[in-house]
């Protein structure tokens, strides 16, 4: 058993990619801050690098503010878009209120229809604008404009719902609060 334990902690040792998370982003709309980050893991797998970007760490309140902000997803495996879009929709649906599936479903849909098969340094930038909507890219690519602010911050609840993919995903949003 502790042999079966060692190889399999070596195999995702050697598997996994050391993804950076820039200290900053540039994008049209101005610099992003790197105020926090978490690597997320499965079985001992390292599945993706999660940043949480502001233009200024100093305002962050909580990953639900309604401020301008970037999540960085820098994937260090192999992950399925359909695995994605599933994902979206399982955690939606179990962590918003009626009224909120009223007011943003239709325009959540085709978001989650966007995703795409990823690999070992790819990225997905979430960028959550204050007045405009959300952005979503694809190693630099725009895959998806929502321009509904309203519903923005409500996206979150994918990762960061009470019912969330992942505990570690909770613990980042955690270290956002001020």
């Known amino acids: 058993m502790n042999r079966l334990m060692l190889t399999l902690v070596g195999l995702s040792a050697c598997l996994s990619a050391q993804a950076e998370l820039p200290k900053s982003i540039e994008h049209s709309q101005g610099t992003f801050k790197l105020c926090d980050k978490e690597r997320v893991t499965k ?18 309140k909580h990953v639900f503010d309604d401020q301008t902000k970037l ?3 820098s994937y ?8 994605f879009t599933e994902g979206a929709i399982e ?3 179990e962590n ?3 009224e909120e599936k009223s007011r943003c479903s239709e325009h959540f849909a085709p978001l989650n229809n966007v995703y795409r098969d990823v690999t070992s340094g790819d990225n997905y930038d979430l ?6 909507g959300l952005k979503l890219y694809l ?15 409500t996206y979150l609840n994918v990762w960061f719902g009470k019912e969330s993919m992942d505990g570690q995903f909770n613990d980042l949003a955690e270290r956002i609060k001020r």
């Open 76 to 83: 260090l495996r192999d992950v399925e878009g359909q695995q």
């Open 127 to 132: 960028y959550l604008f204050q007045e405009e």
């Open 139 to 153: 190693n630099g690519q725009a895959l998806h404009q929502m321009d509904n602010p309203q519903c923005h911050s």
């Open 71 to 73: 999540l960085r997803f």
């Open 91 to 93: 955690y939606l649906e």
């Open 43 to 60: 079985y001992f797998f390292d599945i993706v690098d999660v940043g949480i970007y502001y233009p200024n760490c100093d305002t962050a």
């Open 96 to 98: 918003l209120t009626e």
